[in-house]
């Protein structure tokens, strides 16, 4: 057996060199470069504390519980079955407080929560929001069933056959008829119910009564968002979680396609922006309803007047913050113009112009032009490609400035279509990629994306809710981040998943990583701004006023007054 | 709203420009690269067929079937649950046809199907294997229970306070008492059902009988493998499944340990792989128990033993092979020293030295040194550092070539001590990496192993099934092939997975990718003979063979004969 000599030379050259080439492969990553962003020694502190209570917590919060324990727990688990831990969590609290720059890249329609777009309906939005159901409901039925809402003018009675004012078989409803909306929740009831019996859609809170307006809004509510049985249970794969994702959009789209309640909306959104840190919004809009239905119920609100609108309640929202001597917590919101990918390329020529005639008019509004929908089930850019270099050659004509940030990668395919849309995306000149989920597997686009400073708008959430991952571990971010890809983190739909503002995607990035620390999500947070399309003036003015935050912030953590 | 104009320069530029990004991207790809390896027409015809029935059958087998359908089913899904689907596949049979090259990376007690290893133990066993259990077993605290195993000398009864020959209740079994495995399993009688009634577990076949040898094995058979409901369910997650991981191994250790079962598994490993197409195989031996039981019950046959004998069975099995004509179907098998990872340095000593005098005596058939289990727990490469680097000096001294081949990166860590494990491997010189998951994380590293010639044994089904991944479409092999990596695909432990033989890991990664084709197959194949650890002679020998009986499998694909 051998003893123990002294330390050989062989073995200090190989810690020196081991050394070597960690300092080496890491000094790519953004968060490591001091000449992206410096790290104060406060702040290299308050990261050192961070980790630490990360460590304690890992094991206190998310350790499995005892000997043969069932619990199922983890860091960066799945986010719908963790989301009550991580309200208990220290460290999401830190992060609810950290200034996390802009966010890049959420779906208008699907930013605010659920239980306060129903609110908006039943007040601004009454009496003119209806509500229909394609079957009148029972108990046993419920579950099966989704509604669908629309605002009409008074005077329009919609369904003027419709004896009855509920949307249960209780009650006599005929299928498919309007009924107005605060008259329907006021008359729920469901019957056939012993007493106490709950309603057995584990979707659907537990209650003891058969009707009422609490299991309506149940209801409703279970129609919006995605529950944990679905993602993780029935409906675990991407193609089928799609399915419920979509019918969600088209379930909220009648309750927010209503003038009034829109604007409750947008100031909504601006509000949970500032409570969550959050500095700067880029919102992804859908323009592909050509209208809404205006305040008073004529549906021929046009996108120039959601536009008008827009401006309006984002003037007012800014000038109370500015009453408040908070204007400088707000450097306001923007609009990327986006349609649907699975139309055709006549229809796109539609859009695209609108897009173009909607710029000239609103030129510091609209920022750029993406499409949504299923990557893998619409048209790959590819497919729009022609009619896309045409409309950059126009915009460049017209003496404008309106880039793609493109929706990418947000797939599992390796080589198809859509992960093809990465190369398409960049070749097209993309300012920044939308997910950008399978350029993990490319490290030669990441390259290309670090040498472009094309950055990649991640949303961990999203991703894993619907099925691209199964936990923020499995997430290929850390690929992204070794790579020097600049990254920002976005929450996508918030309402839909749960996950409002960002401080949770920021979360689960947190928590996930040994690597990632404070110092990580103060450069993404940086970075967001620095990569959104503000211009340069309002964009050193929100760095400035990011950074100061940023000192702030980190001086509480090390003071631990946070 | 624009005409159709035709296409203009700019868009042909578009056109060219993206399709030099793909083919340029494309070009690191060893399976791209005609100066690693030529692909002939009709082996591109060949990749073509193979890609179309992929496409169909990845509608017709893997659709899911029916609007609403429960089927959670998609190309590439959860090993446990595909297998009965991938038995059915076209394309799998063509890949059980298919000369795969070499399994480099296989440990040796979990390679055989365990019913054979059962068999192996009541028929070369008897009569000296023995089984315990921690209880005596009844209906209701079967599936709670594991047997353990034992080879005892026949005049040693080493249980006479025995006065049952069987582990059940019924028959009053004094617990932890050693009973002769094949009288055990003979009188295996619970008792209390109802007839019909069948045991509830559902990892155990459905039984109308509550008795008797079928159950007894099934019983067995469950506590030597891992069953969907454990990875998928109620072990969901990377600490969890190693419990039980690491239990089937303890379990097969009393079986596989006695040197006529151990002679007889050898022979049937090496059987397996002829039989799956594969001609060379470098085994992961676990050298941690010092001496396994030796024909007639005495614990004292050594290492040196376990070698002679394994040089026996090999020499045996290729004279067979030769005979029938069949020689250059099998390269041959060596050997890759391994032990346990969470051992002392002290213990480190004992096993480094035992692997250099074994070297010396058996210099063709060990060629390597690795450390086993669970890499999260263990310890990490660093901590044995100094004496790896120390034992490295003396092979090099003693004139021999005894390099690493370490596992490294098993793990969903992120800057962790086991994602750095994969740093220090490449330090440390291995000549290939185990598994190497995390690596996908590091472009930076999976470039120095293109550079260095560093080969992945990349483990697909192993990788799932042990939680790393979910399924195939979110492995990250795909971004080691971008990388150019050379990677070779490996079963690891398919007595546990029931991943026997390779054909289920490649037809796994062949369907959950549109890049990959049968070329992409091909070229790991062969880069598995590449870089093995053949002496180049032999090499030069097996990679002949190999590209003849290549040629031929494609030429019959092109012909349907397949």
Request: charge should be negative; charged fraction near 25%; aromatic fraction near 10%.
């Amino acid at each position: 057996m051998l003893s123990s000599p002294p330390p050989s030379s062989a073995y200090e050259a190989y810690l020196s060199k081991r050394e070597n080439l960690i300092r080496e492969e890491r000094s790519l990553r953004r968060d490591q470069r001091p000449q992206i962003r410096h790290v104060s020694a406060i702040e290299a502190k308050a990261d050192e504390i961070v980790r630490r209570i990360r460590g304690e917590e890992a094991k206190v919060l998310w350790g499995n519980h005892g000997a043969g324990s069932a619990d199922l727990l983890f860091p960066g688990m799945g986010f719908l079955t963790a989301k009550e831990t991580i309200l208990k969590s220290k460290i999401f609290r830190i992060i609810e407080t950290m200034p996390k720059g802009a966010l890049l890249h959420a779906h208008l329609d699907a930013i605010v929560d659920h239980r306060r777009l129903l609110r908006f309906a039943l007040t601004v939005g009454a009496p003119h929001m209806h509500i229909r159901v394609g079957k009148a409901l029972n108990h046993s039925n419920l579950h099966t069933l989704i509604p669908e809402f629309r605002a009409f003018a008074v005077d329009d009675d919609p369904s003027p056959e419709a004896s009855v004012l509920s949307v249960t078989e209780e009650s006599g409803y005929v299928p498919m008829t309007w009924v107005p909306l605060h008259v329907a929740r006021e008359n729920f009831r469901l019957g056939g119910f012993e007493d106490g019996e709950a309603v057995r859609d584990k979707r659907f809170k537990q209650h003891g009564r058969s009707d009422g307006e609490e299991l309506f809004d149940a209801w409703v509510l279970a129609a919006l968002q995605i529950h944990p049985s679905e993602a993780y249970e029935t409906m675990n794969t991407v193609d089928k979680i799609w399915e419920k994702f979509r019918s969600c959009f088209g379930v909220t789209r009648g309750l927010f396609g209503y003038e009034p309640v829109y604007r409750e909306y947008l100031r909504e959104v601006f509000e949970g922006c500032v409570k969550d840190g959050i500095s700067y919004v880029e919102l992804r809009v859908n323009f592909y309803s050509r209208t809404m239905v205006r305040a008073g119920g004529i549906d021929d609100f046009s996108h120039r007047e959601w536009m008008l609108a827009f401006r309006e309640v984002l003037a007012d929202f800014k000038k109370d913050l500015e009453k408040k001597g908070r204007g400088g917590d707000f450097a306001g919101a923007r609009v990327i113009y986006t349609t649907l990918r699975d139309i055709s390329v006549e229809d796109m020529d539609w859009y695209l112009d609108d897009c173009l005639q909607l710029k000239k008019e609103f030129p510091e509004e609209i920022i750029g032009f993406d499409m949504v929908g299923q990557e893998d089930q619409g048209e790959p850019l590819l497919f729009f490609a022609e009619q896309l270099v045409r409309f950059q050659e126009r915009v460049a004509q017209e003496g404008l400035y309106l880039p793609f940030i493109f929706h990418a990668g947000e797939t599992l395919g390796d080589g198809d279509s859509t992960d093809t849309n990465v190369i398409d995306a960049i070749v097209l000149g993309t300012k920044r990629i939308g997910h950008g989920f399978s350029i993990a597997k490319h490290p030669f686009l990441m390259k290309m994306c670090r040498e472009k400073d094309i950055l990649i708008e991640v949303c961990p959430v999203s991703n894993e809710i619907l099925r691209l991952t199964s936990s923020m571990p499995m997430h290929p971010l850390p690929a992204m981040l070794n790579s020097g890809v600049p990254v920002a983190l976005c929450c996508d739909d918030p309402a839909i998943f749960g996950n409002l503002g960002i401080s949770f995607d920021f979360y689960q990035v947190l928590v996930a990583s040994e690597i990632s620390g404070l110092t990580t999500l103060g450069t993404m947070a940086m970075d967001s701004i620095l990569f959104s399309e503000l211009p340069n003036n309002q964009k050193d003015r929100a760095l400035r006023e990011w950074e100061k935050r940023w000192a702030a912030f980190v001086e509480e953590i090390v003071r631990g007054t946070n």
